[in-house]
């Protein structure tokens, strides 16, 4: 009785040891504090932006646009949007978040910063780089991309199909 209770204690002690070694060896990355990222040059990774973004398209101020369709090909997504003056002049920023769902979410809006009025009818073709997001496999992520001028959600799913909801 007594040798298994010290063969007991003793695979206890080693359970203990190698936990507590496994946990030490572990590299825990540190949190990036909120701070925005620049991921591309079209492409921000900013929550605080995000947020204000979504709130003040209540008001509907700024150039506004409409995105018409949005398209992936490879890790490329492809937002065509109606008014504008140049692509140069868009800027997608991501909340910093992927929804672990399945499929995986994430959610970008897309804003215009050009300080002029622009051709409503113009349409523009915005390339984002989703690889500065996900990684390697980016077509398996539903993607949803809200109007940063207007109340307009649009997004496409992992299977190329592209929806749109205005509020």
């Not at 090909?73 to 504008?84: A, I």
């Not at 672990?100 to 113009?122: F, H, K, M």
Request: aromatic share 6%; charged share 20%; hydrophobic share 35%.
């Amino acid at each position: 009785m007594k040798s298994q209770l010290q063969i007991l204690k003793s695979v206890f002690q080693a359970v203990i040891v190698v936990s507590l070694l496994t946990f030490s060896a572990c590299k825990k990355s540190k949190p990036d504090g909120g701070e925005d990222k620049v991921l591309a040059a079209n492409l921000l990774k900013s929550q605080r932006q995000f947020t204000e973004l979504l709130s003040k398209r209540e008001s509907g101020n700024g150039q506004t646009f409409s995105i018409e369709n949005i398209t992936r090909t490879g890790s490329t997504l492809n937002v065509e949007v109606k008014g504008g003056c140049v692509k140069e002049k868009f800027k997608a920023v991501w909340d910093g978040v992927a929804l672990l769902s399945y499929p995986a979410q994430i959610r970008l809006v897309l804003v215009n910063e050009a300080g002029e009025n622009c051709n409503p009818d113009q349409r523009i073709t915005i390339a984002l780089d989703l690889t500065k997001i996900i990684g390697d496999d980016p077509s398996s992520y539903i993607v949803h991309v809200a109007n940063g001028s207007v109340k307009q959600d649009t997004s496409i799913d992992n299977n190329g199909v592209f929806n749109s909801a205005s509020h």
